[in-house]
């Protein structure tokens, strides 16, 4: 366990890396597809300049060998890997591809909950001294609820969950397959790296948080990359891409894979990507006041990898978009992914499944969650120049966290820290947890494809299961305008709209609403 500045400092620094990455990144986006069409021209000059004689060669057989003759398959065929098992099975899907190694992932995300522990027994963690006695009494108690800080628990363990799943992906396991390698850190963690008894909140937020945050990570460290670079210039990419997903990194010096000069996996190799980075002042309203005078500076960074509108595709986040605010109010006001699972066209429409990850922090709410969505959308033309990009879905939220409206406050007093144990969280918590739905709808107005207006509208209902007795419905609706200046600079204003309504399973059946407006200004640049 850690706390809310390390969560929050985990979270600055993962937007520096993406900010690096997106400057170096989308770069790396056209310098591949450069060099893609350069190795198919190569190849295609190469298969026509085969002299007529190698063509005969080729069709005619070596002096002293009858093609009447039989030749028995049996003794010159390798064995076929698929006859191995999978947990001992080492080998490379591609030149570029790292080793698959399964037993790795294992013990490389057993020694990555090794670290956490001893980073906290440095520390003084009182939950770090752990025996296993603390690992049987977490066996026979089962799954708890547990009461750390709502940062801790949206943001902190979702990174954590990312080190579980990049140590799968960097031995060369899937998507799916380093997704249960998380599922497999994250109860490990719970049941042995704590004394805490197991947090099923935990549990499900490092979980799928993790295989959104890493997957996302995963593929950003493979824009920074450049394997087909030599020299100082490769190693600080290397490096770079390090920082952003250790364990692959790692993996790759201690291979050597960080040295040879091979092509990348084709399936990290985005279809086309780009980046928008946002710096402003914002100003907030509250339920009794409608905009305050002071405003709030922010930077947000939104990062667009492959093309969510269209496509067949069954590669898991071969198209994802990742926004993140710092500031406005707060360390880290925003951050969301959108991770297309499957993407299907039919006609002009397309259908896809995504994987959402979501924090907001404004005047009216504190919400975190983890879902999955069904989204429909398409794009008709309305002119030469102009169309509209229509979408639309809903979706199960699988935990929702939303901070607590309790009908009477109540004060519990806290023990010393000496005495509860440093590390220990006795509450109280104030915030809500439980499973719920989501749903949400987009209007992007585009001139020759770039938006340049944006309506939207989301709102999820959440179920509480555990904390206060209550149901929460929020709903988020806003206007986004973006006009260019020069070249990649632009401008642009939007006003939001924060709603929320809280419905109390007290006998009055009381309901209790809140709600704010916000006001952005910003200068965009854009990086394509």
């Excluded at 490389?108 to 963690?125: D, E, K, M, S």
Aim: charged share 20%; net charge negative.
């Amino acid at each position: 366990m850690y706390s809310v500045s390390e969560a929050n400092g985990r979270g600055w620094m993962l937007l520096v890396t993406l900010v690096v990455a997106a400057l170096i990144g989308v770069e790396g986006v056209s310098a591949q597809e450069e060099h893609d069409k350069a190795v198919q021209a190569d190849e295609g000059s190469e298969s026509q300049a085969v002299p007529e004689e190698a063509e005969q060669a080729a069709a005619d057989p070596p002096a002293g060998i009858d093609v009447d003759d039989e030749v028995t398959v049996e003794e010159t065929q390798e064995p076929n890997p698929q006859d191995t098992p999978w947990w001992v099975t080492e080998d490379r899907a591609c030149d570029g591809c790292p080793w698959r190694r399964p037993g790795h992932a294992l013990v490389q995300t057993t020694f990555v909950n090794v670290i956490y522990g001893v980073a906290n027994l440095i520390r003084g963690q009182d939950t770090a001294k752990v025996t296993p006695v603390t690992w049987w009494a977490n066996l026979k108690h089962g799954w708890v609820w547990d009461l750390d800080d709502f940062a801790v628990n949206q943001i902190g363990h979702p990174y954590q969950g990312n080190n579980y799943f990049t140590s799968g992906r960097g031995n060369g396991l899937n998507f799916w397959e380093s997704g249960a390698v998380t599922a497999f850190g994250s109860a490990t963690w719970e049941w042995f790296g704590e004394t805490n008894k197991a947090s099923l909140n935990d549990f499900i937020n490092t979980t799928l948080g993790g295989i959104a945050l890493g997957e996302v990570l995963h593929r950003v460290a493979w824009l920074v990359r450049d394997t087909q670079a030599t020299g100082s210039g490769r190693l600080w990419r290397e490096i770079g891409a390090t920082a952003i997903d250790p364990l692959t990194g790692l993996n790759r010096f201690l291979s050597g894979d960080a040295k040879r000069q091979t092509g990348k996996p084709p399936d990290l190799v985005p279809s086309g990507g780009g980046a928008l980075l946002s710096a402003g002042v914002l100003w907030q309203g509250t339920d009794t006041r409608a905009i305050e005078s002071t405003g709030k500076p922010f930077f947000d960074i939104d990062l667009f990898y492959g093309d969510l509108e269209t496509g067949r595709s069954r590669t898991p986040y071969d198209a994802f978009y990742l926004g993140m605010r710092v500031g406005g109010g707060n360390a880290i006001s925003r951050a969301s992914i959108r991770g297309r699972l499957v993407g299907r066209p039919l006609g002009r429409t397309q259908f896809m499944v995504v994987q959402n990850y979501d924090y907001d922090e404004n005047p009216v709410y504190q919400f975190g969650a983890q879902s999955f969505e069904l989204k429909v959308g398409v794009e008709p033309q309305l002119s030469k120049h102009l169309s509209v990009w229509l979408d639309g879905g809903g979706g199960l939220t699988a935990l929702a966290g939303i901070d607590s409206q309790p009908l009477v406050e109540v004060e519990i007093p806290l023990l010393p820290e000496e005495k509860r144990g440093q590390g220990v969280s006795e509450g109280p918590r104030t915030y809500d947890y439980g499973p719920g739905t989501t749903f949400s709808g987009t209007a992007a107005f585009r001139y020759d494809g770039r938006t340049f207006a944006m309506l939207y509208y989301q709102a999820n209902h959440m179920y509480v299961v555990d904390g206060v007795r209550a149901n929460h419905f929020l709903q988020r609706m806003g206007v986004d305008l973006r006009l260019p200046i020069r070249g990649s600079l632009g401008i642009g204003v939007a006003g939001e709209y924060f709603h929320r309504q809280t419905f109390f399973k007290d006998p009055d059946d009381t309901i209790r609403t809140l709600s704010a407006p916000q006001v952005r200004v910003f200068l965009t640049w854009r990086l394509s």
